[in-house]
T-cell receptor, first 113, second 116 residues
Framework: GDSVTQMEGPVTLSEEAFLTINCTYT??????LFWYVQYPGEGLQLLLK?????DKGSNKGFEATYRKETTSFHLEKGSVQVSDSAVYFC????????????FGGGTRLMVKP | NAGVMQNPRHLVRRRGQEARLRCSPM?????VYWYRQLPEEGLKFMVY????????ESGMPKERFSAEFPKEGPSILRIQQVVRGDSAAYFC??????????????FGPGTRLTVL
């Protein structure tokens, strides 16, 4: 079945550091790929998405490129802020999955001033 | 346009009691999804419903769990005879009908269930 693997956290960075959170997936065909962010005590918010190979999703300075050859969708940001501290989830919607999402385990990011 | 509403936000039950979790989708959305998040884990799909229909319940435990989305009113996730292992955050998401709803799910704030 479909699965998503993302790097374990927590990831601790200083403000203005470069961020990479790795995400790889297993799925048949061409799934759609997502990054969601969860702030403490809140629900999930869609951060960005890509629906076909080589697409780049971007939002609020975050970027991720859909790499079919490496089955990856790594999240990057050039300069993190304290306000980016949250849990980040990589997810996919498989071709045969209706509209259900399969999530990775989440990566907690802590940004220190 | 109000977002996805869930209530209660926090629910405490003793073992053997029933838990009812409610989800009101965004206006115009006719599709509802329920996910469960165990402590320190990602979300796991439970069930996908349209108005008055269960479309996919492949993630629902076989016993004690049920879900509905009536023609009028919110979607309800019902857990009978709760056990400590049911303690988790339960998230609801909604989307408009396809094709507009494809790859578009909006999540509510979740209900955090604690079983004593």
């Amino acid at each position: 079945g479909d699965s998503v693997t993302q790097m374990e956290g927590p990831v601790t960075l200083s403000e203005e550091a470069f961020l990479t959170i790795n995400c790889t997936y297993t799925a048949t065909g061409y799934p759609s790929l997502f990054w969601y962010v969860q702030y403490p005590g809140e629900g999930l918010q869609l951060l960005l998405k890509a629906t076909k190979a080589d697409d780049k999703g971007s939002n609020k300075g975050f970027e991720a490129t859909y790499r079919k050859e490496t089955t990856s969708f790594h999240l990057e940001k050039g300069s993190v802020q304290v306000s980016d501290s949250a849990v980040y989830f990589c997810a996919l919607r498989g071709n045969n999955a209706g509209n259900m999402l399969t999530f990775g385990g989440g990566t907690r990011l802590m940004v220190k001033p | 346009n109000a977002g996805v509403m869930q209530n209660p936000r926090h629910l405490v039950r003793r073992r053997g009691q029933e838990a009812r979790l409610r989800c009101s989708p965004m206006k115009g959305h006719s599709h509802v999804y329920w996910y469960r998040q165990l402590p320190e884990e990602g979300l796991k799909f439970m069930v996908y419903l349209q108005k008055e229909n269960i479309i996919d319940e492949s993630g629902m435990p076989k016993e004690r769990f049920s879900a509905e989305f009536p023609k009028e009113g919110p979607s309800i996730l019902r857990i009978q005879q709760v056990v400590r292992g049911d303690s988790a955050a339960y998230f609801c998401a909604s989307s408009p009908p396809w094709p507009a709803g494809k790859d578009t799910q909006y999540f509510g704030p979740g209900t955090r269930l604690t079983v004593l």
